[in-house]
Nanobody, 117 residues
Framework: QVRLVESGGGLVQPWGSLRLSCAAS????????MGWYRQAAGKQRELVAT???????NYAGSVKGRFTISRDNAENTVYLHMNSLKPEDTATYYC???????????WGQGTQVTVSS
């Protein structure tokens, strides 16, 4: 059973920074992508960033240049470094792991990020 545990959310002022972490435990197939999604109140969940186990990353346009995703394959952990945070970044952030063989998708429980003065 795969379990994802997120940490690092909280309240931050505009233009501040936060780092989210997500540790995955359990058996995860080697060919996979780890990432972050977010869901703001009243909106659909959306992609923030993903990173494949080979290192290729992908970002939503709204966070490109401000957020950086990274992963530690030895620790099965993915990070999201968020800089220059804006109020519109306020959302619950969910960790996600997708394996391809077999095809599986796992979600964390979510961590709240609030950007407000």
């Amino acid at each position: 059973q795969v379990r994802l545990v997120e940490s690092g959310g909280g309240l931050v002022q505009p233009w501040g920074s936060l780092r989210l972490s997500c540790a995955a435990s359990g058996s995860i197939a080697g060919n996979n992508a780890m990432g972050w999604y977010r869901q703001a109140a009243g909106k659909q969940r959306e992609l923030v960033a993903t990173v494949a186990n080979g290192g290729t990353s992908n970002y939503a346009g709204s966070v490109k240049g401000r957020f950086t995703i990274s992963r530690d394959n030895a620790e099965n952990t993915v990070y999201l470094h968020m800089n220059s945070l804006k109020p519109e970044d306020t959302a619950t952030y969910y960790c996600n792991v997708k394996t391809y063989y077999p095809l599986r998708v796992y979600w964390g429980q979510g961590t709240q990020v609030t950007v407000s003065s």
